[in-house]
């Protein structure tokens, strides 16, 4: 069995900052790219952010210049940098990884979700 474990989300006043975590457990070989999305209510899911083991990033274009994602390989854990915070960036942030298990399966699983808010 093999879990993702989000922390970090709350409120926060626009222009301010917040940073997400993610750590994968449990029955691990290893860790390919990790993701945040995001879901704003009565919307989509949307692709926030990716990385690769090798530390090769994407991100949407909403997102450029005010978030940047990182990952620490030896723990499984994936973060989320957000500055210069917006409403608009308000959601439900969701982690996903593309797990590698012990009997070589690969399978992508995703955390529970953490709220961010940014209100004044």
């Known amino acids: 069995q093999v879990q993702l474990v989000e922390s970090g989300g709350g409120l926060v006043q626009p222009g301010g900052s917040l940073r997400l975590s993610c750590a994968a457990s449990g029955s691990i070989f290893s860790v390919n790219a990790m993701r945040w999305y995001r879901q704003a209510p009565g919307k989509q899911r949307d692709l926030v952010a990716s990385?690769?083991?090798?530390?090769?990033?994407n991100y949407a274009d909403s997102v450029k210049g005010r978030f940047t994602i990182s990952r620490d390989n030896a723990k499984n854990t994936v973060f989320l940098q957000m500055n210069s915070l917006k409403p608009e960036d308000t959601a439900v942030y969701y982690c996903n990884a593309q797990v590698q298990k012990i009997t070589r399966t690969v399978i992508d699983y995703w955390g529970q979700g953490t709220q961010v808010t940014v209100s004044s």
């Open positions: 990385i690769t083991p090798g530390g090769g990033t």
